[in-house]
């Protein structure tokens, strides 16, 4: 058997880094290969300079963060806001998913405050389905797959949907060994932190990333920092006994609870 994969595949440059990047480099410490993958290129991710130059900003970052967690970064495809579900963005990511061929796919939110993270899920999900379809032609065209992979829907930025309300884990990792590497990786996005700031005032990028971690863990009843995750259903992806992430991480992994503050999440 050869080595297991994990793939984070997600909407904008930062979006792996704040909700997915600690689960992702314990999978590493494991003896995962890792690759990520932003949809989208971040050209609308600055408020003073134009989209070719915010491109080239933001991809420079992403290489950095992508090598802070000893990941292979995959190239986007679109622009900002240009995130549909379309057959010929299907057929782009559903290629990448085929070439790199993940055991474990780690990806965004079905419930979210922002469309394009709602449908780089879509996306990420029907291209794993499809990953053994002969029929279903790629661009470029990639010969189908065989094997088991397991899809895991991190929570939302802002931990709830479009109407603020929580979405609960079903589980929660133990991030706190690797959260100086998870802060390292984001204070890699420079432009984006301004971007933020600028545009959603945010007055400290990596304090609201940890903020974020603090509250997951309340879930978990046990951790002091966490991401939370939901399992996709297994039908089309894996065995329903299948669960690579629990397997690899342990004790690192446990249930979510009732949360603390009597709202049980949606």
Known sequence: MGQSIAFAVAAHPDDI?????GTLMLLGAC???LHVMNVANGNCGSAVEDGPTTVARRF???QEAAAAMGATLHPPLVNDLEITYSVPLLRQLAAVMREVRPTVLLTQSPADYMEDHMITARLAVTAAFSRGMRNFITDPETAPIAGEVALYHALPYGLGDAFGRPVRPDFCVDVA?????KRAAL???RSQKEWLDAS???DSYLVTMEEMCREAARWSGR????EGWRRHAHLGFHDPGFDPVAEALGDRVCAAQADPAGDDGR
């Open 200 to 202: 959603q005032g945010l």
């Open 187 to 189: 204070a890699c996005h």
């Open 31 to 33: 003896g995962y290969e």
């Open 177 to 181: 060994s690797v959260m100086a590497r």
């Open 17 to 21: 880094e704040f909700m997915m990047s």
């Open 223 to 226: 951790f002091s920092h966490a």
């Open 60 to 62: 420079g970052e992403a």
